[in-house]
């Protein structure tokens, strides 16, 4: 295990629901830990220096100083929360011991948010507030599919006598859960329609690692647009995204159509 005493850690991030995942949890940990803050914009996710570091040129990612020696390269929001806790929470703090009910229930919980309320929550975000002309189908699609998925999750609060998805104890599946429920008003989503995730999201919100996680690497934009009533500041931070995300989108269609013309030539 590397040693807490030093900061061997870097999290590479950006406001986000994914970076925030990281940094809740490293705040949760208490471990020292410096942070790399992206520029979506300038498009300093695709540099190669990055892109040697997370090959997918996404965010969040950790450097950290593994028990060999040497560094170590830890990309994908779950997989980051996973090492975190296998090398810095050996008393099972945040998760379960391997082989145990409650560990193999946590794990299907995490990649059920990875691979179903983040992607769908995301594609409701794009389609509301990037992409400049609305397209009902896609605006319907994702946002009802999302909808479905945090009615999976409130059954299974509703039904939890502690308030905690899995077992009794605050873990890294309710940090990774939380992440995404601070910005579903962005996706056009109610958490009111779900009482207990509503009551779930409101009582961690007061927990000190999230209110410190939350604004890493900058004060977390959506739930400050909580308290704009007159909607100017909403349609500034909408026109922000919008354009680094389509300049995003044009510049990667732009590279992949070069190297089709370098693997063609």
Known sequence: MSDRSTPNIILYTTQTPNGNKASILLEELGIPYGVYKHDFSARTHKEPWYLDINPNG????ITDVF??????????????????????????????????????ELFSWLFFQVSGVGPFQGQATHFLRHVPE????????????????????????????ECYIVGDKFTIVDIAFWSLAATAPWAGLDLEEFP??????????????????????????????????????????????????????????????????????
Request: aromatic letters at 10%; charged letters at 30%.
């Open 58 to 61: 996404k965010i969040p990612a």
């Open 67 to 104: 028990s060999d020696g040497k560094e170590i390269h830890i990309w994908e929001s779950g997989n980051v929360l996973k090492y975190l806790v296998e090398q810095y929470d050996p008393e099972f703090k945040l998760w379960y011991p391997h082989g145990t009910r409650e560990n193999y």
């Open 134 to 161: 609305k397209i009902p189908y896609a605006l319907d699609r994702y946002r009802n599919e999302s909808r479905r998925l945090y009615s999976v999750l409130e059954k299974q609060l509703s039904r939890s006598k």
């Open 196 to 265: 207990a995730v509503q009551a779930w999201y409101t009582r961690l919100l007061a927990r000190p690692s999230i209110q410190n996680g939350m604004n890493v690497p900058e004060p977390h934009g959506v739930v400050a647009l909580a308290a704009d009533k007159d909607g100017q500041l909403t349609k500034k931070f909408e026109q922000f995204h919008r354009e680094w995300v389509m300049d995003g989108m044009k510049s990667d269609a732009q590279k992949l159509e070069e190297c089709k013309k370098e693997s063609a030539d």
